[in-house]
């Protein structure tokens, strides 16, 4: 895994899913239908999006249940005195409005989106997006969450880093046996959903 402690690259089952609707073959269709969610006087919560993207009736790309609904709701769009994990960072604003210009961006360019989390020792909450040659990849860009520890993380993403070695990184396949400094590969833990 990534060093939790001071930085984390993954997906999570919430960006997961965000990539199997937005990079699936109805992906264009995807696009105007989230859009008519997000956008105007009937916007919805993030809360209630996640939520309808557990309820199996919704007709929504399924991809997550009501922990991973309870999870995004009460960690990431509660504010930390909430017990949330970021205070004053206008989360729910910040991703409604960075998907809403990754979407747009994405249908101009008749491109599907990945997205990745990225969090870091620093205090801001921002969204890139980067348009390729294949795809649009956006970029949820957090700081750390206070509570998450490295031990929680034992759900393996198909995400692979190639790194120094840190105290914490065993067990994990070296790559230059007996060199200094030593370099590891190891694959990307998340925490799991139930």
């Known amino acids: 895994m990534p060093s939790m402690p001071n930085y984390f690259l993954g997906k999570g089952s919430q ?19 989230a859009l008519a969610r997000l956008k105007g006087p009937s916007a919805q ?7 309808d993207h557990a309820n199996p009736a919704s007709g929504l790309v399924p991809g ?16 930390k005195s909430q017990n949330g994990w970021w205070q004053d960072k206008h989360v729910e604003d910040i991703l409604r409005l960075g998907f809403i210009e990754a979407i747009e ?15 870091a020792n620093e205090d801001q909450f921002q969204i890139y997006i980067c348009e390729g040659e ?18 929680v993380m034992t759900e393996p993403e198909p995400i692979w880093v190639v790194k120094e070695h840190e105290d914490y990184d065993d067990p994990c396949d070296e790559l230059n ?16 959903g139930p």
């Open 15 to 33: 960006f997961a899913m965000l990539d199997q609707q937005f990079g699936g073959a109805n992906f264009m269709n995807a696009y105007a239908a």
């Open 45 to 51: 919560p993030l809360g209630d999006l996640a939520a």
């Open 64 to 79: 997550l249940n009501q922990t991973d609904v309870t999870h995004f709701s009460d960690h990431w769009l509660k504010d």
């Open 105 to 119: 961006q994405a249908q101009q360019a008749k491109k599907p989106i990945e997205t990745w989390w990225v969090c």
């Open 134 to 151: 294949r795809q649009i990849t956006v970029m949820v860009f957090t700081p750390l969450p206070e509570h998450e520890r490295a031990d």
């Open 177 to 192: 046996p007996g060199g200094t400094p030593k370099f590891i590969k190891k694959q990307v833990m998340c925490a799991p």
